[in-house]
Protein backbone atom coordinates (compact mmCIF):
# COMPACT_ATOMS: atom_id res chain seq x y z
CA UNK A 1 0.00 0.00 0.00
CA UNK A 2 1.87 3.17 -1.41
CA UNK A 3 0.81 5.78 0.61
CA UNK A 4 2.67 8.36 -0.54
CA UNK A 5 3.17 8.61 -4.74
CA UNK A 6 5.45 9.87 -6.76
CA UNK A 7 4.67 8.89 -10.26
CA UNK A 8 7.31 10.21 -12.39
CA UNK A 9 10.45 8.41 -11.62
CA UNK A 10 12.64 10.69 -13.60
CA UNK A 11 12.41 14.95 -15.21
CA UNK A 12 14.78 16.27 -17.37
CA UNK A 13 14.77 20.38 -17.64
CA UNK A 14 16.62 22.79 -19.11
CA UNK A 15 19.05 24.87 -16.89
CA UNK A 16 17.19 28.27 -16.09
CA UNK A 17 13.81 26.69 -16.49
CA UNK A 18 11.57 25.62 -13.76
CA UNK A 19 11.41 22.50 -12.45
CA UNK A 20 7.94 20.75 -11.07
CA UNK A 21 8.19 17.56 -9.15
CA UNK A 22 4.89 16.14 -8.28
CA UNK A 23 3.63 14.05 -5.25
CA UNK A 24 0.08 12.40 -4.36
CA UNK A 25 -1.11 10.92 -1.24
CA UNK A 26 -3.41 8.85 0.08
CA UNK A 27 -3.84 8.71 4.49
CA UNK A 28 -5.87 11.67 5.36
CA UNK A 29 -3.95 11.64 8.55
CA UNK A 30 -0.54 13.04 7.29
CA UNK A 31 -0.65 16.91 8.19
CA UNK A 32 3.13 17.46 7.65
CA UNK A 33 5.05 16.89 4.36
CA UNK A 34 8.46 17.28 3.52
CA UNK A 35 11.15 17.13 0.33
CA UNK A 36 14.35 16.31 0.63
CA UNK A 37 17.03 15.49 -1.87
CA UNK A 38 19.35 12.91 -2.53
CA UNK A 39 22.75 12.78 -4.22
CA UNK A 40 24.15 9.26 -5.09
CA UNK A 41 26.07 7.89 -2.44
CA UNK A 42 24.95 10.17 0.04
CA UNK A 43 22.02 10.20 2.46
CA UNK A 44 18.72 12.64 1.85
CA UNK A 45 19.15 15.67 2.34
CA UNK A 46 16.06 17.73 3.92
CA UNK A 47 15.07 20.92 1.73
CA UNK A 48 11.99 22.21 2.22
CA UNK A 49 8.68 21.50 4.48
CA UNK A 50 4.69 22.44 4.87
CA UNK A 51 2.22 21.79 7.61
CA UNK A 52 -0.99 21.06 6.30
CA UNK A 53 -2.38 24.60 7.74
CA UNK A 54 -0.89 26.16 4.55
CA UNK A 55 -0.82 25.85 1.40
CA UNK A 56 2.28 27.04 0.29
CA UNK A 57 5.68 27.55 1.99
CA UNK A 58 8.65 29.26 -0.02
CA UNK A 59 12.51 29.36 0.59
CA UNK A 60 14.93 30.67 -1.80
CA UNK A 61 14.11 29.18 -5.15
CA UNK A 62 12.35 25.93 -4.09
CA UNK A 63 8.63 26.52 -3.45
CA UNK A 64 6.29 23.78 -2.45
CA UNK A 65 2.41 24.15 -2.55
CA UNK A 66 0.17 22.22 -0.89
CA UNK A 67 -3.47 20.90 -2.46
CA UNK A 68 -5.69 19.30 0.63
CA UNK A 69 -8.43 18.29 -1.10
CA UNK A 70 -6.51 16.79 -3.99
CA UNK A 71 -3.98 15.44 -1.38
CA UNK A 72 -1.06 16.45 -3.77
CA UNK A 73 1.94 18.57 -3.22
CA UNK A 74 4.26 19.86 -5.56
CA UNK A 75 7.80 21.27 -5.50
CA UNK A 76 8.68 24.10 -8.17
CA UNK A 77 12.32 25.05 -8.45
CA UNK A 78 12.80 28.43 -9.80
CA UNK A 79 15.63 28.93 -12.23
CA UNK A 80 17.05 25.53 -12.14
CA UNK A 81 20.71 24.43 -11.57
CA UNK A 82 22.79 21.52 -12.46
CA UNK A 83 23.60 21.24 -9.01
CA UNK A 84 19.55 20.44 -8.60
CA UNK A 85 20.40 17.57 -10.55
CA UNK A 86 19.93 14.54 -7.69
CA UNK A 87 16.97 12.26 -6.88
CA UNK A 88 13.97 13.90 -4.94
CA UNK A 89 11.83 12.17 -2.23
CA UNK A 90 7.88 13.39 -1.09
CA UNK A 91 7.58 11.84 2.22
CA UNK A 92 4.46 12.45 5.16
CA UNK A 93 3.97 12.03 8.54
CA UNK A 94 0.82 12.48 10.86
CA UNK A 95 0.94 14.10 14.23
CA UNK A 96 2.10 12.36 16.89
CA UNK A 97 3.92 10.15 14.88
CA UNK A 98 7.52 10.79 14.04
CA UNK A 99 7.79 8.21 11.20
CA UNK A 100 8.28 9.11 7.59
CA UNK A 101 6.38 7.53 4.86
CA UNK A 102 8.08 7.85 1.69
CA UNK A 103 7.55 8.13 -1.99
CA UNK A 104 9.80 6.24 -4.52
CA UNK A 105 11.34 9.26 -5.48
CA UNK A 106 11.89 11.11 -8.81
CA UNK A 107 15.36 11.63 -10.48
CA UNK A 108 15.76 15.15 -11.65
CA UNK A 109 18.49 16.42 -14.28
CA UNK A 110 18.96 19.34 -15.17
CA UNK A 111 20.56 20.06 -18.95
CA UNK A 112 22.76 22.48 -19.19
CA UNK B 1 27.69 16.61 6.08
CA UNK B 2 24.78 15.76 8.24
CA UNK B 3 26.35 15.08 11.55
CA UNK B 4 24.91 11.53 11.49
CA UNK B 5 27.77 9.10 10.99
CA UNK B 6 26.95 5.34 10.15
CA UNK B 7 29.25 2.44 9.73
CA UNK B 8 30.32 0.71 7.84
CA UNK B 9 29.64 2.01 4.41
CA UNK B 10 29.55 -1.31 2.65
CA UNK B 11 29.27 -4.70 3.97
CA UNK B 12 28.80 -8.15 1.89
CA UNK B 13 27.71 -11.37 3.55
CA UNK B 14 26.25 -14.66 2.49
CA UNK B 15 22.49 -15.78 3.30
CA UNK B 16 22.08 -17.32 6.63
CA UNK B 17 24.53 -14.49 8.28
CA UNK B 18 24.02 -12.24 10.90
CA UNK B 19 25.39 -8.61 10.72
CA UNK B 20 24.95 -5.44 13.06
CA UNK B 21 25.16 -1.89 11.78
CA UNK B 22 25.95 1.15 13.80
CA UNK B 23 24.91 4.93 14.11
CA UNK B 24 26.24 7.42 15.88
CA UNK B 25 23.37 10.35 16.06
CA UNK B 26 24.17 13.91 15.62
CA UNK B 27 25.12 16.08 18.81
CA UNK B 28 22.33 16.17 21.23
CA UNK B 29 19.72 14.56 19.12
CA UNK B 30 17.54 11.85 21.30
CA UNK B 31 15.93 9.99 18.47
CA UNK B 32 17.42 7.65 15.98
CA UNK B 33 15.30 6.07 13.27
CA UNK B 34 15.94 3.35 10.82
CA UNK B 35 14.93 3.02 7.24
CA UNK B 36 15.64 0.25 4.59
CA UNK B 37 15.92 1.03 0.96
CA UNK B 38 15.64 -1.53 -2.01
CA UNK B 39 16.84 -1.18 -5.45
CA UNK B 40 13.97 1.49 -6.76
CA UNK B 41 11.76 1.90 -3.65
CA UNK B 42 11.58 4.33 -1.69
CA UNK B 43 12.48 4.48 1.84
CA UNK B 44 10.83 2.29 4.50
CA UNK B 45 10.47 2.98 7.93
CA UNK B 46 11.77 0.66 10.47
CA UNK B 47 12.45 1.40 13.66
CA UNK B 48 12.78 4.70 16.14
CA UNK B 49 14.41 4.85 18.93
CA UNK B 50 13.70 7.84 21.67
CA UNK B 51 16.17 8.44 24.09
CA UNK B 52 17.23 4.68 24.64
CA UNK B 53 13.57 3.50 24.33
CA UNK B 54 11.62 2.10 21.49
CA UNK B 55 9.20 4.72 19.69
CA UNK B 56 7.39 3.21 17.05
CA UNK B 57 7.91 0.24 14.58
CA UNK B 58 7.02 0.11 11.29
CA UNK B 59 7.66 -2.51 8.82
CA UNK B 60 10.61 -4.67 10.53
CA UNK B 61 11.01 -8.25 9.91
CA UNK B 62 11.02 -10.60 13.15
CA UNK B 63 14.85 -11.50 11.77
CA UNK B 64 15.53 -7.76 12.77
CA UNK B 65 16.44 -5.59 15.67
CA UNK B 66 17.78 -2.79 17.19
CA UNK B 67 18.59 -0.73 20.07
CA UNK B 68 19.64 2.53 21.29
CA UNK B 69 22.44 2.78 23.63
CA UNK B 70 23.13 5.34 26.97
CA UNK B 71 25.81 7.50 24.76
CA UNK B 72 22.41 7.40 22.48
CA UNK B 73 24.53 5.79 19.46
CA UNK B 74 22.20 3.24 17.61
CA UNK B 75 22.51 -0.85 16.13
CA UNK B 76 20.60 -2.53 13.84
CA UNK B 77 21.20 -5.96 13.86
CA UNK B 78 19.93 -8.50 10.70
CA UNK B 79 20.06 -11.88 11.39
CA UNK B 80 19.40 -15.41 9.23
CA UNK B 81 20.16 -12.79 6.05
CA UNK B 82 18.17 -13.31 2.96
CA UNK B 83 19.06 -12.24 -0.95
CA UNK B 84 15.86 -9.91 -0.29
CA UNK B 85 17.38 -8.30 2.43
CA UNK B 86 20.12 -6.60 0.46
CA UNK B 87 19.19 -2.62 0.37
CA UNK B 88 20.30 0.32 1.54
CA UNK B 89 20.12 1.34 5.18
CA UNK B 90 19.91 4.63 6.36
CA UNK B 91 20.03 6.37 10.04
CA UNK B 92 18.57 9.23 10.68
CA UNK B 93 18.16 11.41 13.66
CA UNK B 94 15.84 14.09 15.17
CA UNK B 95 16.44 16.92 18.02
CA UNK B 96 13.61 15.18 20.23
CA UNK B 97 11.24 12.91 17.92
CA UNK B 98 8.38 14.19 19.85
CA UNK B 99 6.33 16.11 17.13
CA UNK B 100 5.87 15.38 13.51
CA UNK B 101 7.72 18.82 12.71
CA UNK B 102 11.20 17.71 13.68
CA UNK B 103 13.43 17.63 11.13
CA UNK B 104 15.10 14.28 10.45
CA UNK B 105 18.54 14.22 9.25
CA UNK B 106 19.87 11.89 7.61
CA UNK B 107 23.52 9.10 7.15
CA UNK B 108 25.11 8.47 4.26
CA UNK B 109 24.07 4.81 4.84
CA UNK B 110 25.53 1.50 4.98
CA UNK B 111 24.78 -0.61 1.33
CA UNK B 112 23.87 -4.53 2.58
CA UNK B 113 24.85 -7.19 -0.16
CA UNK B 114 23.50 -10.48 0.72
CA UNK B 115 25.16 -13.03 -1.94
Known amino acids: DQQVKQNSPSLSVQEGRISILNCDYT??????FLWYKKYPAEGPTFLIS?????DKNEDGRFTVFLNKSAKHLSLHIVPSQPGDSAVYFC???????????FGTGTRLTIIP | DSGVTQTPKHLITATGQRVTLRCSPR?????VYWYQQSLDQGLQFLIQ???????AKGNILERFSAQQFPDLHSELNLSSLELGDSALYFC??????????????FGPGTRLTVL
Open chain 2, 92 to 105: ASSPAGQFSTDTQY
Open chain 1, 27 to 32: NSMFDY
Open chain 2, 49 to 55: YYNGEER
Open chain 2, 27 to 31: SGDLS
Open chain 1, 50 to 54: ISSIK
Open chain 1, 91 to 101: AASDFGNEKLT
